[in-house]
């Protein structure tokens, strides 16, 4: 017997939107595919099997240890490690070896490896997946078949609330540079902003905006908008690398004196002020939501198809404290909001 969908924290999660050329992978270090970092429950006989694939990062076995837990008892479990490296050929053959009832993918790389591998010729039926901690994966869903998920991107209203909470500046209207293959996502999420009155200011930049074009944007966008804070997307075309955001972002944010939402934890640091604030899925509560949705699916015989992209049911806020006392004034009861406070003040 399977155990009962378990209840999870709902922080005014309304809508998401999502697409697949944003963030970069979400782990940036990898074990080496012959070091035993996991090892999987051992098998029962006459059980369906469930087909891992991730890398071996932290945050993915987070999520994962959350997901064998609620169902090591019902299905057996293999788990599939995927680096850099890793080839449609290789993935093949662990389907093969395995030959799955479904896949759990985790991140963009191990999604477009199954998208490669449903395209390979003389293919047998592709088995269905659940795909976790990917990029915009609402959009993924329209060219990937057979599958269904968890969106990681949290809505950014979610994130504007959020701010609210951590600083005494006041944040009603918030800026965001984007481009033209973010237009559809950016409106849906001003009209969910709207709904809990925040105002959104768009600006358009072009798809390959180098960074005088970013800067200018910014500029004029917290010129014009007079804008109380800025959302950063998860759109490698505006972020690409330091020497990047040292070139764009970073001048504008000392220059405007604004706080920002971001969609990563790793652009909030102390040492390297950047990102004010982060709102990104609890891993380990991803990983039991992840478990509810394959214990539906075989209940309705595995279709993907009448399943939608579910959004995060629990969330942790990542918060640079020393960022936020120093320049936009840190509300008294902050910290009771705040899941992670990073703070280097002496």
Not at 46 to 57: F, N, Q, R, V
Not at 202 to 230: F, H, I, S, T
Not at 266 to 278: I, K, Q, R, Y
Request: net charge negative.
């Amino acid at each position: 017997m399977r155990t009962s969908r378990p209840l999870f924290g709902f922080v005014a999660l309304v809508c998401a939107g999502v697409m697949a050329c944003a963030t970069s992978d979400l782990t940036e270090h990898h074990h080496p595919m012959s070091k035993p970092v996991i090892e999987d429950p051992p098998g029962k006989p006459g059980a369906k099997t469930l087909l891992i694939a991730m890398p071996d990062s932290q945050d993915f076995l987070d999520a994962r240890k959350g997901l064998v837990t609620e169902i090591e008892k019902d299905f057996n479990v293999s788990t599939f490690v995927v680096t850099p490296a890793t080839t449609v050929n290789d993935l093949a053959a662990a389907v093969e070896r395995s030959s799955p009832v479904c896949l759990v993918l985790m991140n963009n790389t191990t999604l477009a490896l199954f998208q490669k591998y449903q395209a390979r010729p003389g293919n047998r039926a592709t088995p269905p997946a659940v795909v976790l901690m990917t990029s915009f994966l609402e959009q993924a869903s329209s060219r990937v078949k057979h599958i269904t998920g968890i969106a990681y991107e949290v809505p950014a209203v979610t994130g504007f609330v959020h701010l609210r909470m951590v600083v005494k500046k006041r944040i009603d209207r918030i800026g965001v540079v984007y481009r033209p293959a973010f237009e559809h996502f950016v409106e849906r999420q001003k009209a969910l902003a709207a709904r809990e009155g925040f105002e959104i200011i768009p600006m358009l930049v072009p798809a390959d905006a180098n960074a005088a074009q970013l800067r200018a944007a910014l500029r004029d966008l917290c010129d014009r908008g007079k804008v109380d804070a800025l959302w950063l997307l998860n759109d490698n075309g505006l972020i690409h690398d330091g020497a990047f955001l040292t070139a764009t972002w970073r001048p504008i944010l000392q220059e405007m004196n604004l706080p920002l939402l971001v969609g990563v934890p790793n652009l909030v640091d102390p040492a390297e002020p950047f990102g004010t604030l982060s709102v990104v899925p609890d891993h380990p509560s991803l990983g039991l939501q992840a478990a509810n949705l394959i214990f539906e699916l075989a209940d309705n015989n595995w279709n993907v198809a009448d399943h939608p992209i579910e959004l995060p049911l629990s969330v942790k806020t990542v918060v640079d404290v020393k960022q936020v006392r120093e320049r936009f004034d840190l509300r008294p009861d902050a910290l009771q909001h705040i899941d992670r406070a990073l703070d280097q003040s002496p």
